[in-house]
């Protein structure tokens, strides 16, 4: 290992990465970065470089919290500074952990010493290293939602804040926040994207010359990194120049009224909410001019700046891709690159001005000028019609008498296991909410009753670790027996360690929700597998609401295949339910043991997170003459395991076997139809995972024979 950081010129490309780092280090007022990306294109390298440029700061001696002498921090924790000796030092990159604790985030306070002592014993968090320096977040969509709420919030106001039991603390945290995410593993909650100022899509070049000089200049630098950094050093000094510079210029740079109209022009057509598009659009055409040492910011600052900012704000829905319209973008700016008129030129001198104008473009299609057809193009008034989507029948002829040749593609797919293309899915729609049974201990979610760090407390316990969330009435309950043999004098109260209760508190759970998709013939109508995928859409949507995680297996023809691993990226479960294929016939057996391999693998690497089984099928098993008792098999060992499950009930039709009904009776679950699955307000359908009652028991024996009778 090294401490040499990997020379941030040295990188190859990427330069709207570049870009929007460096603006984020001339104003830190921008808000942050999010750098978006596949595995293996240097978000982390880059990063990490970009704090080598970043200027010295001045600390004052002593201050874990590095106030600055100029201005110290009149709420700083090691306060009062009544000496401002001070000392230069490197601005400080402070790297989070995906696994971070809340505690370890904003810091700590020692409840303990605190009511037994009177003591305010703090001990900084990650916030206070990073103040003034680089906080970076690897896989930031990784984190738990309000960690990163809390992050975002400390960075757009510039504070920490802790508060335990009536004791606060507050320090000053500024600092440039960047983090890093795979799309593939993950999104981002809408929310939580407009929280970062900038966005950033990267990807690696597909440029051989580019790639071999990325690997060049890496094995380079694995090699001898002090040599490799050495090269580099005059342009790493040119550019962290040209950042002190930059910022110095930043508060002369002027924001014309032609500039801030069209900032807000742009943000009004894009439709994007609230008001922070606009600040952030702003303070980054205002970083821009001053990276480019100007002091008026134009138009292509602002054209910028909105390529930067917009993107990741404009998903309307959780499966909507980050984008941005560049020829709406041109067009709005255009339509308002010119100061605003107080009053028209005047209304007599205009007919004048305008006199030969209506002979060029009268209604007659042979204007008599160039000017002649309706989009002042030459061709289109000329009697050339070629170019148009509307043109003769003579001159597509030609084109149109090669297309019987055409033909044979279709019959390329027809017969071979009477397969149907995939059809796509129905508006997606509110479900209802299913949970799983009993008390969990997983990661923090929507879904299903948990022990969390948040939620409503049920009960005290004694500590298990360091006390974070103090049970005071139990604290006192446990003390007050003891006090007179503790020689109590006074009005305090005498603790001892082991008086110390801590809360238990019951929040939300995510889960693992795996689906399980019957893509069978007998799912194959159109209009019938449009229903479903909708339905299973908006499944994957509730899931994204309630933070789970999810996965997705298909069957149909000789096996399953697993669609999807588990994951936390919806939006790849929805882009492979869009691409579904269906036909052949219905290996239920197959689906049910692949699931339950999944879900053992699964528990393996994360055992408190706890499994939801979703089975869209009619319940029919076919491909074998014991068809049945496989999947009555498979079902028992789901309820032998006790896994939540439901079975989303497809059939259709006057006539229903109930089929699907009974799978949910052997799985120990329940049955949901299609009508059923909408949410009609805020009730829940069920809560799941309860035995199966007597009648349902009575259910299944008496449709085991339909299941013969139709397998």
Partial sequence: MTDVRYPFTAIVGMADLRLGLLLNAVSPAVGGVL?????????????????????????????????????????????????????????????????????????????????????????????????????????????????????????????????????????????????????????????????????????????????????????????????????????????????????????????????????????????????????????TAVALAAWAGRTEVLEEDVRKAAQLALPHRRRRNPFDAPGLDEEQLDRTLEEHAQPEDPEPEGDGPEPEGDGPEPEGDGPGPDGGGPDGGPDGGGPDGGGAPEPSDGGTPEASAPEDAEAPAQPPVPAQHPAPARESTPVAAGEPYRTRLFTVRGTGHGAQGRRSPAETSGGHTIRARRPQGPLSRLHLTATLQAAAPHQVARGRDGRALVLHKDDFREQVRQGRESN??????????????????????????????????????????????????????????????????????????????????????????????????????????????????????????????????????VVLDCESGPVRLGLARTLAGLLGGSAVS??????????????????????????????????????
């Fill in 512 to 645: 693992l929700v795996l689906f399980v998709v019957d893509a069978s013939g007998s799912m194959a109508a159109r209009q019938r597998m449009t229903a479903v995928k909708g339905a299973v859409l908006s499944l994957l949507m509730d899931a994204y609401q309630r933070r789970d995680k999810i996965g997705m297996i298909t069957f149909r023809g000789a096996g399953a295949e697993l669609a999807l691993p588990p994951t936390s990226s919806v939006e790849v479960g929805a882009a492979r339910l869009e691409s579904l294929p269906t036909g052949g016939r219905t290996p239920l057996a197959a689906g049910l043991l692949r699931a339950h391999e999944v879900l053992r693998v699964e528990r393996l690497r994360d055992p408190n997170r706890r499994p939801l089984l979703v089975v869209v099928t009619d319940g029919r098993a076919t491909g074998g003459r014991d068809a049945l008792a496989q999947s009555q098999r498979a079902a028992a060992l789901f309820a032998a395991q006790g896994t939540a499950s």
């Fill in 674 to 711: 299609l009508d059923e699955l909408r949410a009609e307000g805020v009730a829940s359908l069920v809560r799941e995972n309860r035995s199966a009652s007597p009648s349902v028991s009575r259910s299944v024996n008496r449709s085991t024979t339909a299941m013969r009778k139709a397998a």
């Fill in 35 to 283: 750098v978006r990306g596949e595995k293996g294109t240097a978000k982390s390298t880059m990063v990490r470089a970009l704090a080598g440029l970043l200027p010295s700061i001045a600390a004052v001696d002593g201050c874990r919290f590095a106030c600055d002498p100029a201005a110290p921090d009149p709420q700083c924790p090691d306060g009062p500074h009544t000496s401002l000796a001070s000392h230069e030092r490197p601005s400080q990159l402070v790297e989070l952990p995906v696994g971070v604790a809340e505690d370890r985030i904003v810091g700590s306070l020692d409840l303990e010493r605190a009511l037994a002592e009177g003591v305010k014993a703090y001990e900084p968090g990650l916030l206070a290293k990073a103040h003034r320096g680089v906080l970076y977040i690897d896989e930031v969509n990784l984190l738990q939602d309000h960690v990163v709420d809390l992050l975002l919030d400390a960075a757009a106001m510039g504070r920490s804040y802790v508060e335990r039991e009536g004791v606060s603390v507050r320090h000053a945290a500024r600092f440039l926040l960047v983090g890093t995410m795979n799309p593939e593993e993950g999104e981002l909650r809408p929310q939580l994207l407009d929280r970062f100022g900038l966005t950033v899509e990267i990807a690696a070049t597909r440029d051989p010359a580019e790639r071999a000089e990325v690997v060049r200049r890496r094995l380079a630098y694995d090699a001898d990194p002090a040599g490799f950094a050495a090269r580099f050093a005059a342009e790493e000094r040119e550019l962290a120049a040209h950042i002190t510079a930059a910022r110095e210029l930043l508060p002369k740079v002027e924001l014309t009224d032609v500039a801030l109209r069209q900032i807000t022009a742009v943000c009004a057509a894009f439709e994007v909410d609230g008001l922070r598009a606009d600040i952030v659009m702003a303070r």
